[in-house]
Structure formats: structure tokens, C-alpha cells
């Protein structure tokens, strides 16, 4: 998992330490005339200050010329690790204002004060609109019952699947559960949802292939208000060729069935792909939240990143294997500890 990012953060690691450790013998060599370069009375006040804290202070401080060193290269592996342009230069201009001026001792990391601080940012963008699903459900369910949970997202990206992780999740929970077979435009869609729901032992609501999809999930909902069941968990289909005609139908989904939360689910993977697709269903619906799969595949890591920063909404879950227990909870510190190692 992200093996190519640590990869290049451990190379990033070791060039900065080294560059910091020979500015450091040049500035040793410098210090030898400080004495004298102290009685001159046109001093430079930032050559001064710099030396006064490198020798009483044993402190180097953080300029911008080591940020214009630094950050150009550590922008480069964010944009190669499937962070989005936009999100790289939001980060790259915060480090620069959180690192400009910080004063870094003698023997301390260069690097680890970088990364460290990189860390940080990283984590408000992820942190940014925290959401719990586990205790939204358990608050949503004490107002309204059946709760209406629409997942939308392209096709082959483990919607599907991920439906049945969440089904799982909320029956695991002591909550029941009917499915709704949304997609009724790709062929066997709605033969795969239903072989989740044989597995699952729940019912799921169906009309033929090419039926209102609307009509699907309306009909779900009613079926779940007669038996008293807690939730709906509606598929929806994802054919980006026709976008027009895809906008147009979620947009009617939302308006006839009024879900209580949207989640949006794709490839952790998918890289830019999944970051654009994010935006367009966040545009056209409205997304309350992201579900990533295949994380366990993933050698890069940025797309989580990227996803919670251009839709401003929490990434809920991550996909980690086949099994309908592989949905773990997402967690800022957890990721981010693995992209870092």
C-alpha cells in the first residue's frame, strides 16, 4: 500500500538532510568571521540575525531560499502521487507560510520538520467536515425510519460491492436493511445487487432492466415504511458517456426520493479520474460523502486527499479487500501514517 510515495518521500528525505548538512559546514566556515563581521557597522540585518542565532542560539532559521529549494520537488511527488494541481499548490503555499521564519535547531531533521508540518496540512484537508456514519445512523434513525442512503458513482468502480459492505456494516449494528436496484441501465446489475442480497439474506426491490430507476427506489421506500425496516440502500447506475442523460436521471432520483445522506464511491486507484468524477457528481446531486475502494491496491495515496479537498466533504469509508467486512472507518492519522510509513 502507497509503496511509490514512500518511496519518493524517503529519496525526498535523504536529499534535503543531505543539502541542509553541507549549508551547515558553509555556515560553520561563516561563523569562523562573525567577530569581525560584527564591528562593521553596515551590517546586513538578516545576515546578522542569521548568524547570531546559528552560534548563541545553535538554530538555523527556515528562509525562503530553502523553501524555493524544497517545495518545487515536494510539490512534484504530490502531483505524481495522484494529488490534484489545485490541492498541491494549496499545500505547497501553506507550508510555506507555516515553515517561513520557524527556527529549526542544529542536528534536527530538516526534513522531518518539513514532512512533519506537511503531515499537519495534510490533516486538516482530510479532518475538514469530520462525519461519523456510524453515529449519524444511530441520530437519523431516532427522527425517521426508513433512513435513505443513495450511492452513487461509474460503473466498475466496486459500487456494488461497497453497497453490500455498508448493508453489512448496519446489520452488524442490530439494524435491517432492503436494497434498491437503481441501476437499471447496465445489464447484470441488477442480477449482482441481487446476489448480494441472497448472500446478505435481505430483500431488495427490483423492475426489469430499463425501468425507472426512480420508481425502483420510491417503491423501496414504501416497501420499507409498511415493514417497519431502518434502511434503504439504493444503487444508482454511472454511465459517464451519457453524461446529460445520467445528471438528468440522478437529479430526478433526488428530487421523487429525498435520500437522508448521498455517497459517492469510487476507485482509491482511479488517480485524476476518480478527483473529476468527484466533482461532477458533487455538482450534480450534491455528494454528503465519499467511499473509496481498492485501497489495499493502491501504491499512491493522493486520491483521498484530493477527493476531500475539491468536494469539502469526508472521505466515510475505505475499501480493503472483497469481503463484506473489508469497509474500514476512515481515520485521518491511519492514512496518513501509512503514506508516510
Known amino acids: 500500500m502507497f509503496r511509490a510515495i514512500k518511496e519518493k518521500l524517503s529519496a525526498f528525505r535523504k536529499k534535503v538532510d543531505q543539502e541542509a548538512e553541507e549549508e551547515l559546514k558553509e555556515e560553520a566556515r561563516e561563523e569562523q568571521g562573525v567577530q569581525a563581521a560584527e564591528t562593521e557597522e553596515r551590517k546586513a540585518p538578516d545576515v546578522k ?13 527556515i528562509d525562503d531560499s530553502k523553501l524555493d529549494k524544497i517545495l518545487p520537488e515536494l510539490e512534484m511527488i504530490l502531483l505524481e502521487s495522484d494529488v490534484a494541481f489545485d490541492v498541491v499548490d494549496r499545500i505547497s503555499e501553506e507550508l510555506r507560510s507555516r515553515l517561513r521564519g520557524r527556527r529549526k535547531k542544529i542536528g534536527e531533521s530538516l526534513s522531518d520538520v518539513v514532512l512533519e508540518e506537511l503531515k499537519n496540512v495534510l490533516k486538516d484537508i482530510l479532518n475538514q467536515n ?9 441520530r437519523k434513525l431516532e427522527e425517521k425510519r426508513p433512513v435513505v442512503i443513495l450511492f452513487v458513482g461509474v460503473n466498475g468502480t466496486g459500487k456494488t460491492t ?8 448496519l ?23 441481487e446476489e448480494h442480497a441472497n ?24 416497501h420499507a415504511e409498511s415493514k417497519g425496516i431502518d434502511f434503504v440502500l439504493a444503487d444508482t447506475a454511472g ?8 445528471i438528468d436521471q440522478l437529479e430526478k432520483i433526488k428530487r421523487v426520493t429525498k435520500p437522508d445522506l448521498i455517497i459517492f464511491v469510487d476507485e482509491s486507484i482511479a488517480g485524476n479520474d476518480a478527483i473529476e468524477r468527484a466533482e461532477m457528481f458533487n455538482e450534480a446531486v450534491g455528494i454528503d460523502g465519499t467511499i473509496l475502494t481498492k485501497l489495499d491496491a493502491d501504491p499512491k495515496g493522493g486520491t483521498a486527499i484530493s477527493i476531500a479537498y475539491v468536494t469539502s466533504r469526508p472521505i466515510l469509508f475505505l475499501g480493503v479487500g472483497q469481503e463484506y467486512d473489508d469497509l474500514i472507518k476512515f481515520d485521518a492519522d491511519w492514512l496518513i501514517e501509512r503514506i508516510f510509513g
Open 49 to 61: 540575525e542569521k548568524l547570531t542565532s546559528l552560534i548563541l542560539k545553535r538554530e538555523v532559521v
Open 130 to 138: 469530520a462525519f461519523d456514519f456510524d453515529e449519524w445512523a444511530e
Open 162 to 169: 461497497t453497497i453490500a459492505k455498508v448493508a453489512r456494516r
Open 171 to 193: 446489520m452488524n449494528s442490530g439494524h435491517s436493511v432492503v436494497l434498491a436496484a437503481g441501476d437499471t441501465f447496465r445489464a447484470g446489475a441488477i442480477e449482482q445487487l
Open 199 to 222: 448472500r446478505l439474506g435481505v430483500k431488495m426491490i427490483k423492475h426489469r432492466q430499463g425501468s425507472d430507476p426512480a420508481a425502483v427506489i420510491f417503491d423501496a421506500i414504501k
Open 239 to 246: 454511465r459517464m458517456h451519457t453524461k446529460k442523460n445520467l
